[in-house]
T-cell receptor, first 116, second 114 residues
């Protein structure tokens, strides 16, 4: 299993600023993912954070708006840049566990961002 | 383009009833993965299952079971003898292997009443 922590748990930011969200895992993992869940909505995968290379972004998400770092196998950051009210969401970090024959996925508690 | 449809927006059952959550998907890819997740009122996301497109065997895990039918492009989730703790929003998702693109359904809110 994997235990994931995220910082901050919530924040209120002004439009035009940026917020960096940290994701820390208690074990080394190959795949880390960032998701967004807008209020009352379903989830959307933003990107896959790759260690040692650039993140892989899903359609509709770009590196300039959502830069991601993955300096090692236990840590990643997601920055939401040039904030607008439409960025108000919960941002979730997730990891895969392929250590056994059974696939598992774990999620962090989320970061609730409100943009004013 | 891929698509996931969870037609049931909300379902309400009484404890101990069986309930099936529907998930219908669309994809042009022959290799893909299907997922189910649970999001209880507390908000945390819980992974339930991943199934690849080449494995059509039904899966059972305790009171949970999943029925994957490629012929109807469905991956339905059944909870047997539901409990109040099963109350949550359940999301179905599809990931295409060739591009790792992932799509979630809109979710089904399940309420289990005592």
């Amino acid at each position: 299993s994997a235990v994931i922590s995220q910082k901050p748990s919530r924040d209120i930011c002004q439009r035009g600023t940026s917020l960096t969200i940290q994701c820390q895992v208690d074990s080394q993992v190959t795949m880390m993912f960032w998701y967004r869940q807008q209020p009352g909505q379903s989830l959307t995968l933003i990107a896959t954070a790759n260690q040692g290379s650039e993140a892989t972004y899903e359609s509709g998400f770009v590196i300039d708006k959502f830069p991601i770092s993955r300096p090692n196998l236990t840590f990643s950051t997601l920055t939401v840049s040039n904030l607008s009210p439409e960025d108000s969401s919960i941002y979730l970090c997730s990891v895969e566990d392929r250590g056994t024959s059974v696939y598992e996925q774990y999620f962090g508690p989320g970061t609730r961002l409100t943009v004013t | 383009a891929q698509k996931v449809t969870q037609a049931q927006t909300e379902i309400s059952v009484v404890e101990k009833e069986d309930v099936t959550l529907d998930c219908v998907y669309e994809t042009r890819d022959t290799t893909y993965y299907l997922f189910w997740y649970k999001q209880p009122p507390s908000g945390e996301l819980v992974f339930l299952i991943r199934r690849n497109s080449f494995d059509e065997q039904n899966e059972i895990s305790g009171r949970y079971s999943w029925n994957f039918q490629k012929s109807t492009s469905s991956f339905n989730f059944t909870i047997t003898a539901s409990q109040v703790v099963d109350s949550a929003v359940y999301f179905c998702a599809l990931s295409e292997a060739w591009n790792n693109d992932m799509r979630f359904g809109a979710g089904t809110r399940l309420t289990v009443k005592p």
